[in-house]
């Protein structure tokens, strides 16, 4: 039975460190082995790598380019038009992936372009996505990367991003069938927008490419108080088998450290302690 492999999404932790390279100092400091951040591309592949190396840490996730930020976009996959700087983004991505040994990558969606009915133009987003999917598909296989779909709720985080339930990325997957993109289930999305995280999660388990975690409804600790039973959801994933890793993609309440009170006594209840962690990995 695999013990979780919980990874530092340094996006979101340790905030009031204002630069990735001392939030990765942080982070295996706080015991982590693993850690993964959306848009690393403020600092060199060169400078992260040298980070990561000496505070043996292993990068196991970042995202494609948002794009423009200040015009609204979070992303550019399912976008009409942007096809040429989606290619652009996939390409500076795949470069950081491999400078730091990092072997998946979040394909985002993107908005629904402003003033725009999503009925309207949803036939045409799905188009646009299937057809960036199949090229970015093709670019990761021969760099050994696997590529990810991360639904992200409609009701409370992003009311216009495309892909927003576990059904609707499931499905553009099995139209794909390319065994290089996989499903990323964050349980904060997951349960705004369907609950019913046990059947979702063994229904869509051979999907699943990575998983993320956070409290419903404020987006918390894990331990904080919400709606979902993690220490359930722990259990049920190394019932399940699950060998992939678990991104701590949370808004600490105070303190990152004071806050891993739960990490700490996730690894006290499987006996290890933080020096052994990287002993458990399997990939």
Excluded at 12 to 37: D, K, Q, Y
Excluded at 83 to 106: M, S, T
Excluded at 111 to 140: C, H, I, Q, W
Excluded at 237 to 252: F, Q
Aim: glycine share 8%; with cysteine; charged share 25%.
């Amino acid at each position: 039975m695999p013990v979780l492999q919980f990874s530092a999404n340094l996006s979101w932790l340790f905030p009031t460190l204002p630069s990735l390279p001392e939030r990765l100092e942080a982070a295996a400091g706080a015991g982590f082995r693993w850690v993964e951040v959306a848009w690393p591309y403020e600092w060199a592949p060169e400078l992260l790598r040298q980070e990561t190396e000496k505070n043996r840490l292993r990068v196991v996730l970042l995202n494609t380019p948002p794009g423009d930020l200040g015009r609204g976009e979070m992303g550019l996959g399912a976008v009409p038009g942007r096809q040429e700087d989606f290619r652009k983004g996939l390409d500076l991505a795949v470069k950081y992936a491999k400078a730091l040994d990092c072997e998946r990558i979040h394909i985002m969606a993107g908005r629904v372009p402003a003033g725009l009915d999503r009925a309207a133009v949803e036939a045409e987003m799905e188009d646009t996505f299937l057809e960036n999917l199949k090229y970015a598909s093709d670019v990761l296989a021969q760099e050994g990367i696997l590529g990810l779909l991360e639904p992200i709720n409609s009701r409370i985080t992003e009311p216009r991003y495309f892909l927003n339930t576990p059904q609707q990325a499931a499905a553009l997957l099995q139209k794909l069938g390319r065994p290089n993109l996989k499903l990323q289930m964050d349980v904060f999305h997951w349960q705004i927008m369907d609950g019913n995280l046990t059947q979702n999660i063994k229904t869509h388990l051979p999907l699943i490419g990575h998983i993320q975690i956070a409290q419903v409804p404020d987006r918390n600790e894990p331990d904080s108080p919400g709606e979902v039973n993690f220490q359930y959801l722990f259990q049920l994933l190394e019932d399940l088998g699950y060998a992939g890793y678990v991104g701590c993609e949370y808004a600490p309440r105070g303190d990152t450290m004071e806050g891993l009170r739960w990490l700490r006594s996730y690894w006290e209840s499987r006996g290890l302690q933080s020096d052994q962690l990287e002993k458990t990995s399997k990939q």
